[in-house]
């Protein structure tokens, strides 16, 4: 560290250089990510709360209401009129805290001790963190043949040890949606919690079937989907970080709550304890500015191009891993090894 101080204008000089190896989302070259630029309200409000504290909400009730008020906006177009949650980090953190509460309510109501969880091989890599950090024997089932989970699989590894079952609302690389309806009966046969995945397609996929696209039932309209990850910096257009995991019921946090006694509320049931209020009230400004409309025009927009690119992709001579259901394409070149390609983008 530097012995004497850094004027403002040489620190901002070296943030500018560093800034400029970082890609932009407005320069359109970024063909991966499930993230985009945040809308300018959603930036202008998570300035205004970048000091507010979300693991301390005692202390800042206003962004604490902010909270519920966000959790109860995304429950109205997820089924569900009064949810329980809170906004975290991303989606890996959210897929951590519902497994978390599937294996502690598994242990104390069924005495499981040695825990498996059954996800397809197309879940998210937090699954794996998951399984890991909670000592969970992980059973990653084949999918069928349009990529989704194979539900006759599932069936066939559920047993007394399991503690939960995963579907994915939007799975990462392809954008399939698994058919929970499917997943959702079994669980409630087996008494399983079933946790749904929909960190990408959970602001999509609800706008896109009130439009009339023909995408399945996936939230809490589903007696058996107990958790729903959804992450409101990717769809929702919010700063990074704000991701959101909403429970059913008060039963599924209070599962995993723990003393926190010098604060000025009592217990926490969340993986962080310090937590960015500006990512709650960040995304309660751009929810309320865009409304359902809003978002429903841009799911829309959104799938305009996305058929635009795969058409054209199919034109000259690519081949479409499957027919986009969200917002993602995925295809093979007529003659070069997917790693070939990727460099040849890259380099452009």
Do not use: W
């Not at 999918?143 to 066939?156: G, S």
């Amino acid at each position: 560290m530097n012995e004497k101080p850094i004027s403002h204008d040489e620190i901002f000089n070296q943030l500018n250089k560093f800034q400029a190896m970082d890609c932009k989302y407005s320069d359109g070259r970024i063909l991966g990510s499930m993230c985009t630029e945040a809308h300018p309200i959603a930036k202008e409000a998570f300035f205004k709360f970048i000091d507010s504290n979300l693991g301390d909400p005692g202390l800042f009730k206003g962004t604490k209401l902010l909270e519920d008020k966000v959790l109860k906006m995304i429950g109205s177009f997820l089924s569900i009129e009064n949810p329980v949650g809170h906004m975290v980090t991303g989606g890996t953190e959210a897929n951590i805290m519902a497994i978390r509460s599937a294996r502690n309510l598994a242990r104390d109501n069924k005495g499981i001790k040695k825990g498996e969880l059954i996800v397809p091989k197309s879940a998210h890599f937090s699954f794996k963190k998951a399984a890991d950090m909670l000592d969970l024997k992980l059973i990653r089932v084949d999918l069928d043949e349009n990529y989704r989970i194979n539900p006759k699989c599932v069936e066939e590894n559920i047993n007394e040890n399991t503690i939960a079952i995963v579907g994915i609302a939007g799975t990462t690389e392809l954008g399939m949606i698994d058919p929970i309806e499917d997943l959702s009966k079994m669980a409630i046969q087996n008494d399983i919690h079933l946790h749904v995945d929909a960190a990408f397609g959970g602001f999509s996929i609800p706008f896109l079937k009130d439009k009339g696209y023909d995408l399945p039932n996936f939230d809490f309209s589903l007696e058996g989907v107990k958790s729903i990850t959804v992450d409101p910096h990717k769809m929702g257009l919010s700063p990074i970080p704000s991701g959101g995991i909403l429970f059913r019921d008060q039963s599924y946090l209070d599962a995993m709550s723990v003393d926190s006694p010098y604060l000025t509320i009592k217990n926490q049931s969340t993986i962080v304890g310090t937590r960015l209020g500006a990512s709650a009230a960040a995304t309660y400004a751009v929810m309320s500015y865009l409304g359902k409309e809003g978002y429903a025009n841009n799911a829309i927009e959104a799938m305009e191009k996305t058929h635009f690119l795969a058409d054209n992709l199919k034109n000259l001579g690519y081949e479409l891993i499957v027919e986009p259901k969200l917002n993602i394409v995925a295809f093979n070149h007529p003659y070069l090894e997917t790693f070939e390609l990727a460099q040849l983008l890259e380099e452009r």
